[in-house]
């Protein structure tokens, strides 16, 4: 009875790597686009870095730091939302998910497995342009808590898991449109969540909007940490905050996710071409 009860948690996790490895040799599959993608991150970062550089040199490193974090953190947030949400897409693509969706696997164990790689893909493309960044800039990161703002890095990624889920229903209920439609999500996040700017700039009728962002939180925290050398005893309200943002997010995203997927199926939608 022991062995029943230790042997499905254990498989349950083995279909989740099996997920995560799955979607790395995607990812060697097609090496040639993740050096595109990386080195167009490497650059927006730059370009953006620069635009500091336009300061006063007084103010310059501070606005240069500000500029890169918003470009780091949001280049990571993105890519974990791209691969949450385009997951159903690239099923697509591959002629894979009619196979997926029809497989004895849980579907809170394929997601995961989804979200686990984006988080680990994120940072690891994010750790590269960070190197190249902190080279480029000469950053001043003397007084800068990188423990905090990893941190922060983990816990903001739960909220973007829930996003990502709930962005992942537009591909599935629509074929041809479906996986555009997820950047107007991802547009109204970038547009009022403080990137490159702080939100007060907004006009008020869109401030508000801000604070429902979890992107703004995990900002906020990261430039205290990086900046200013915040550490847990200053961040821990707001990272409880991000963090219940999360726990609300990512069951809803998945109860969202899994109703829609029922109406596919009812409807036909769940196939290879649209």
Not at 140 to 146: D, Q, T, V
Not at 259 to 264: D, G, Q, S
């Amino acid at each position: 009875m022991r062995t029943s009860l230790n042997v499905r948690p254990i498989a349950e996790v083995r279909t989740m790597y099996a997920f995560v490895e799955r979607n790395f040799r995607l990812a060697k599959r097609y090496l040639s686009w993740e050096v595109v993608h990386i080195f167009y991150s490497l650059i927006n970062a730059m370009t953006i870095g620069l635009i500091g550089y336009a300061t006063p040199s007084s103010q310059r490193a501070e606005t240069t730091l500000y500029l890169v974090i918003g470009a780091l953190l949001w280049g990571y947030l993105s890519i974990l939302f791209d691969e949450v949400a385009n997951s159903i897409s690239y099923e697509r693509w591959e002629g894979t998910i009619e196979y997926t969706f029809m497989a004895p696997i849980r579907r809170l164990t394929h997601l995961l497995g989804t979200c686990l790689y984006g988080a680990t893909y994120g940072m690891i493309r994010t750790l590269i342009v960070l190197v190249a960044i902190a080279w480029f800039f000469r950053l001043p990161l003397s007084h800068a808590n990188l423990w905090s703002a990893i941190l922060v890095l983990i816990v903001s990624s739960l909220s973007f898991m829930g996003l990502g889920l709930i962005a992942a229903v537009l591909p599935l209920l629509s074929t041809e449109r479906g996986a555009q439609a997820t950047h107007i999500i991802q547009g109204v996040i970038l547009l009022i969540s403080g990137i490159y700017y702080p939100v007060t700039i907004l006009p008020h009728w869109v401030q508000w909007m801000s604070w429902l962002s979890p992107a703004t939180y995990a900002l906020n925290m990261s430039r205290e940490a990086l900046l200013h050398g915040a550490g847990l005893d200053q961040l821990w309200l707001p990272l409880v905050e991000l963090a219940l943002i999360g726990v609300i997010l990512v069951p809803i995203g998945l109860a969202i996710f899994v109703a829609a997927e029922r109406y596919a199926m009812r409807t036909g939608r769940l196939k290879r071409n649209g």
